[in-house]
């Protein structure tokens, strides 16, 4: 949830972001885990605010989410959760030992590096302009959302616990969640294997019910 100053009395975190933006939704369930307050600069990507010129001077790539912090401007969401995940270490949203942590980490790159990539709004117009109608472009998205929420199954299918890799949160349940939306939105499927368990205990949480895209202040419907 947003709020006024973080847990430890400092001036407020900025996130700069989009209520509909998956990558966005990850950055706000980590604040969220983390228990800090910040405040929200959104831009509607619909309308390319995210390529003017004052936010450009923030992040180059204008590409949303960004977060403001310390005095500098941080980008990419796994970059901003991780850095949030060193400086508030708890809760820890990677594992202690070294395979643990590179197989979590493995997860939600599959998400953020695989999936997300060629199936965002970026792609999906850059399509349309090439001729793919609205069902043509909808349909590629659900099937590369399909075969990487596949092979994510895959990747738990032996693991115990409500969440993606035992009985505490990580970083692949903050990418998976938001990922779901999007499957959702395209009308792919998602039940694979321990995939819609995850998502049900994860959205038991406050943090991850409270980033919700239709819980945020600049959503639309």
Request: overall charge negative; some cysteine.
């Amino acid at each position: 949830m947003e709020k006024d100053v973080d847990h430890a009395g400092t001036a407020p975190l900025v996130l700069h972001g989009y209520w509909r933006s998956t990558a966005s939704w990850r950055v706000r369930i980590a604040l969220g885990l983390k228990g800090l307050g910040w405040e929200t600069r959104p831009h509607d990507l619909r309308s390319g605010e995210q390529r003017h010129a004052d936010y450009v001077s923030l992040n180059p790539q204008g590409y949303v989410p960004a977060l403001e912090v310390a005095g500098a401007v941080l980008t990419q969401s796994m970059a901003i959760i991780e850095y949030l995940d060193e400086v508030y270490p708890e809760p820890a949203l990677l594992p202690q030992d070294a395979v643990s942590r590179a197989q979590v980490r493995a997860f939600a790159q599959v998400v953020a590096c695989d999936i997300h990539p060629i199936q965002n709004l970026k792609v999906l117009k850059m399509l349309k302009a090439r001729g793919f109608d609205q069902q043509a472009t909808d349909a590629w998205a659900a099937e590369v959302i399909e075969t990487g929420l596949a092979a994510c199954a895959e990747l738990v299918r032996d693991c115990d616990g409500p969440y993606c890799f035992g009985d505490r949160v990580t970083l692949a349940d903050v990418l998976l969640v938001p990922q779901l939306g999007n499957a959702r939105r395209f009308g792919a499927r998602f039940d694979f294997g321990r995939i819609p368990a995850i998502e049900q205990a994860c959205n038991a949480l406050p943090a991850f019910a409270a980033a919700r895209p239709e819980m945020q202040a600049d959503a639309d419907g």
